[in-house]
């Protein structure tokens, strides 16, 4: 409705050449430039459906109208999906919605209010619960709240969204991983008497998982051997040159004591592969498997936690997380 308004405004100040200043036109240039480009595109119709001009500045705007379009969307999908227990009793649930719309709108999705004293309560689909009596056994995500909403009520939920906000979270950044990781590809003090065996070791494992042929592995033997891959004093990432591996994937290596790798001694080895398809995708959690291992006491951590492939990826991604 607002930015129909603000085009309507436009339009009309554009046939007569008397247009806005904008004094954030170029922030919003630098810091939001997709954001910019949308609004370019819907200039770009406009000039061509009413015959007028557009400039930078009621371009930016619009894009002021689109970017608050956006985060309001984003905050609508980050909502956590919540039903209300609370008996009718003199619109007692009326005014607690109300309240609780109030107070935490942004962070709350109230998807049901059930009016019942036997509610189902396995019947509930919803992240959060928020009842005024008792939930007769369901705990998890389940908070007790006064009729008439206190300070302490909205502290508990904030507490209990916050908290289903990170198992979200984690529970997306564990998806991502578990596509490129695989229990068959991890291996717990696996050593060998250098850099090239241990590719090779690995590259056999890669291959009888189907997500390389032989070439890849060769090709990573020869970039090995022009430089060497350890990229931390923690962590080798020995790879080839080329992405014509079947699939991306990673093999894994963790071990107690460290080994020699070039200059280096690593504890921790991921021979990747790299499929040209997969490169988008892979490219977030490479970036955030690389930042993991530039912190040394997290390496640490992970090293001595990782003894098995569950408790290697649970570790990763609360590292990640944090």
Not at 201 to 219: H, S
Request: glycine residues 4%; negative net charge.
């Amino acid at each position: 409705m607002r930015l129909t308004l603000h085009v309507q405004n436009l339009v009309a100040r554009a046939h007569e050449n008397t247009y806005s200043r904008n004094p954030l036109t170029r922030s919003i240039k630098s810091s939001y430039p997709m954001t910019y480009e949308l609004a370019v595109y819907i200039a770009s119709r406009l000039q061509a459906a009413e015959g007028i001009a557009v400039n930078d500045d009621e371009i930016a705007y619009i894009a002021m109208h689109v970017g608050a379009y956006l985060e309001q969307q984003s905050r609508r999908r980050d909502a956590v999906r919540t039903a209300v227990v609370c008996p009718n009793y003199y619109d007692m649930h009326i005014l607690l919605r109300e309240k609780l719309e109030s107070a935490l709108g942004d962070e709350l999705d109230i998807v049901s209010v059930i009016t019942s004293t036997d509610a189902d309560w396995s019947a509930i689909d919803a992240d959060l619960v928020l009842t005024t009596i008792d939930p007769r056994g369901r705990r998890e995500n389940t908070v007790i709240v006064q009729p008439f909403l206190t300070a302490t009520d909205v502290e508990h939920i904030r507490q209990s969204v916050a908290r289903i906000r990170r198992q979200r979270r984690r529970a997306g950044i564990k998806n991502e991983l578990l596509e490129y990781f695989d229990e068959s590809l991890f291996l717990r003090n696996f050593y060998a008497r250098d850099a090239i065996t241990m590719i090779r070791a690995l590259g056999d494992r890669m291959i009888a998982a189907d997500a390389i042929g032989r070439d890849y592995v060769e090709q990573a033997v020869e970039r090995e051997q022009m430089s060497s891959t350890a990229f931390t004093d923690t962590l080798a990432v020995p790879h080839a040159m080329t992405m014509n591996a079947k699939r991306t994937a990673i093999a894994i290596v963790v071990n107690d004591t460290a080994m020699d790798w070039g200059d280096a001694r690593v504890n921790v080895i991921a021979f990747i592969a790299f499929s040209e398809g997969g490169r988008a995708a892979f490219q977030t959690v490479f970036d955030q498997f690389v930042d993991v291992f530039s912190d040394r006491e997290a390496v640490l951590g992970l090293i001595r936690r990782a003894d098995t492939f569950t408790a290697f990826i649970d570790e990763l991604v609360r590292i990640i997380d944090a």
